[in-house]
């Protein structure tokens, strides 16, 4: 196994030159003296349609689960068309577009890794460029795979990065327990300016053992969750695994809070990698095994 230690200098340049010459492994971490190991990644290498062995989809309005709007009265229609999520060039192109598809004015994708790469802990980081333009929600998000503490927000919510069109470059990271959620305004997360997001590609990360969540871009961290003494699921249910999502919202409680701007459209989330570490230290990972858990419920209010 090779390792490597990464301090904040080991500058994107540095981490695409290790790629090429140690594909198998690659670190990145402010934090002093952490080695990583990669554990799980996609590079987008092959044009069409993304790895059906990592990423599946959520479809439709949320209406066949009970959510209408996936719980946030959002506008879009989530597909698996090349038109909405294809990988071009090496890059994954995720595409909001307005058309008509059923009862909705807008289609996007929304891609997750559910069953396909499920972790607890360790440092997850994507590079990626925004869309831009109100009435757009661009989320890079994590939910439980298996809920065994309950439907939503009782099993946790990890936001990598949200950002809302109307107030353009401000990236937004959060968690949402049972205790710590938008619904009671009791969301615990923070914020960081990225003035250009809609232009350049930075790479948005959080890194999350048994005791903390901190948030980065860039490797510049802007915010820190920690696990106090006495808490218990209802506030830290972050000790189970969880699957990462990417997706384009249209509107909805949150995106739509001033309207949605018709003459922007198609807007794109571009996605350079998607890379997963574990500690170097920590156990090799186990084989998943089981049955899909099916997420959903009526409760749910996710993203």
């Known amino acids: 196994m090779i390792t490597i230690p990464v301090n904040k200098r080991f500058t994107a340049a540095r981490r ?46 949320g209406a066949s689960v009970g959510l209408v709007g996936w719980g946030n009265n959002e506008a879009q229609y989530y597909t698996d068309r090349t038109e909405n999520a294809r ?8 595409e909001a577009r307005r058309e008509q598809m059923q009862n ?27 869309p831009y333009g109100r009435g757009t929600w661009p989320a890079i998000w994590m939910l439980p795979t298996d ?41 615990r997360g923070g914020s960081t300016m990225v003035p250009d997001l809609h232009e350049a590609f930075y790479t ?9 969540i901190r948030w980065f871009v860039d490797d510049v961290e802007y915010f ?14 972050f000790d189970r695994r969880f699957h990462l999502i990417l997706n384009i919202a249209i509107g909805g409680n949150w995106g739509g809070q001033q309207g949605i701007d018709n003459d922007i459209f198609p807007q794109r989330m571009e996605v350079e990698y998607v890379r997963v570490f574990e500690a170097a230290d920590a156990a090799e990972p186990e084989p998943v095994r089981g049955a899909w858990i099916h997420f959903f419920n009526p409760g749910y209010e996710g993203n």
Do not use: C
């Open 224 to 237: 820190e969750f920690e696990r106090q003494d006495g808490w218990g699921s209802s506030e830290w249910p």
């Open 147 to 187: 809920w065994e503490y309950g439907g939503w927000p009782h099993s946790g919510e990890i936001d990598i990065m949200e950002h809302v069109g109307f107030d353009h470059g401000r990236v937004h990271g959060t968690v949402h327990t049972d205790a710590f959620n938008h619904m009671q305004g009791t969301e």
């Open 87 to 94: 990988v071009e060039n090496g890059i994954l192109i995720i």
């Open 16 to 61: 695409r030159a290790v790629a090429v010459l140690f594909p198998a492994v690659l670190a990145a971490s402010v934090a002093a003296g952490t080695d990583w190991r990669l554990v799980w990644s996609d590079e987008f290498e092959t044009d069409g349609l993304p790895d059906p062995a990592k990423w599946g989809y959520d479809l439709g309005t």
């Open 104 to 130: 909705s004015q807008y289609t996007s994708a929304r891609m997750v890794t559910r069953n396909r790469g499920d972790w607890l802990y360790g440092r997850i980081e994507v590079r990626a460029k925004m």
């Open 204 to 212: 948005y990360a959080i890194e999350w053992d048994e005791d903390r």
